[in-house]
């Protein structure tokens, strides 16, 4: 990472620092527009994104069940793929596969935006006239990401389990009752917590490393391109990572 590169990063997060601070203080008021452009992204990283969280998730669910009956059917515990498939789902894959889609989806657009802004100068245009780039545009995607994240999350769990005992139902031949009552039994409050903290973190992830290489765009219209597809590699690369650190925590504290 270059000098230059460590020092924009650093910008960027003592900005949000700053902005959580504001926020968190009673005495001071959110400015109109601000609250207006964290509704906005709200409404587009969560309303928008619903459609294909909730094909994805339902494939996965189904896939999962399928895939643990070929095996459990083999020792006669067929009843346990309740237990895999809402464990699974809940702690690590409804978490990573919701925000690898937001990573692509969202994140890619945080940078693309930016980045435009940067090389056409706005982002000059907004310190000449005594505006916070981070707090302007930075801090309602950041907002709007730390809600919609963990939220994104819960749907997909639901729609995720859901699809894995309809299936199990019709096509397993066991209880759709039984199939809920276990899930519900089997998982624990901790679990749940689990999953959303981890999508909180990927989401904080994927909009630090977005925005941070849109303010990074230099070399005119070709280095957008280039920015964006590195967020999103690098945002990727770094919820894996994230993703081990949860769950190794998650084994050492259980």
Known sequence: MAQGDAATLVW?????????????NPLRRTKTYLRSRTWSHMAWIGADSLPIISIISACVGIILALQSATQLEKVGALSYVANLVGYSIITELGPLLTCLILAGRAGAAFTAEIATMRISEEIDALEVMGVDPVRFLVWPKFAAM?????????????????????????????????????????LTMRDLLSGLVKSAGFGVT????????????????ADVGRRTTRAVVQSIFLMILLDLFFTALNYIFR
């Open 12 to 24: 960027l997060v003592s900005g949000l620092i700053r902005c959580a601070r504001g926020t968190i």
């Open 146 to 186: 730390c809600v919609m994240a963990p939220l994104l999350t819960l749907w997909g769990d639901c729609v995720g389990v859901s699809a894995g005992g309809i299936f199990s139902a019709l096509a397993l031949g066991l209880s759709g009752k039984a199939y809920f009552l276990q899930t519900a039994g089997f």
């Open 206 to 221: 994927i909009t630090i490393v977005s925005c941070w290489q849109g303010f990074l765009a230099r070399e005119g219209a």
